[in-house]
């Protein structure tokens, strides 16, 4: 059971270039998201998923855009990098929203991105 | 909106002594979860613990126990017998039980050292 799978671990863009951090979980969670760590800020939703062929905004979507065409996996792309967006990016996933039952989320081992 | 506060941004405690990390949250919901992540050098966020807060009894995992205020809206984090594997960053989150997003809603951070 790998739990949340991220790639890769660490990646380097310049200004204007476009990349997928992939995600993928085999636990068959119906919630999937993903966050961004940043100094002193904790950790903030860029965008969600609650199922399949469902995603939307989080509280920093800005720059970025996802799909969840499978249960398994959550995909989150960089359309044009900018260096606000260097940071730590973690996909995480639970049973549900966090109602009945507090469903924790579990996390992945994050992505470090740097844009210069 | 929620939002979560932790005031410490370090902390230390020697090896084998116990030491508490706080954290406040403000809400007007009644029907919330509060947990605590660990985030070590490697990047990796655990869930230490998890708290209902329709729950008044405190919630316990080996070491670990946190102090549940409901009225005074805090959630402090005991760590029993330190070790130097606690070392780490730790997150307060705070996650609705009836928010659409699931969004966790984290403080900024507790650095812990554990001196040998």
């Known amino acids: 059971n790998a739990g949340v799978t991220q790639t890769p671990k660490f990646q380097v863009l310049k200004t204007g270039q476009s990349m997928t951090l992939q995600c993928a979980q085999d636990?068959?969670?119906?919630?999937m998201s993903w966050y961004r760590q940043d100094p002193g800020m904790g950790l903030r939703l860029i965008h969600y998923?609650?199922?399949?062929?469902?995603?939307d905004q989080g509280e920093v979507p800005n720059g970025y855009n996802v799909s969840r065409s499978t249960t398994e996996d959550f995909p989150l792309r960089l359309l044009s990098a900018a260096p606000s967006q260097t940071s730590v990016y973690f996909c995480?996933?639970?049973?549900?929203?966090?109602?009945?039952?507090?469903?924790?989320?579990?996390f992945g081992n994050g992505t470090r991105l740097t844009v210069t | 909106a929620q939002t979560v506060t932790q005031s410490q941004p370090e902390m230390s405690v020697q090896e084998a002594e116990t030491v508490t990390l706080s954290c406040t949250y403000d809400t007007s919901e009644s029907d919330y979860y509060l947990f605590w992540y660990k985030q070590p050098p490697s990047r990796q966020m655990i869930l230490v613990i998890r708290?209902?807060?329709?729950?008044?009894q405190n919630a316990t995992e080996n070491r670990f126990s946190v102090n549940f205020q409901k009225a005074a809206k805090s959630f402090s984090l005991k760590i029993s017998d330190s070790q130097l594997g606690d070392a780490a960053m730790y997150f307060c989150a705070y996650r609705s039980g009836s928010s659409n997003t699931g969004k966790l809603i984290f403080g900024q951070g507790t650095t812990l050292q554990v001196k040998p």
């Open positions: 708290q209902e807060a329709y729950k008044q």
């Open positions: 636990m068959n969670h119906e919630y």
């Open positions: 995480a996933s639970s049973y549900t929203r966090g109602g009945t039952g507090g469903s924790p989320l579990h």
């Open positions: 998923s609650v199922g399949a062929g469902i995603t």
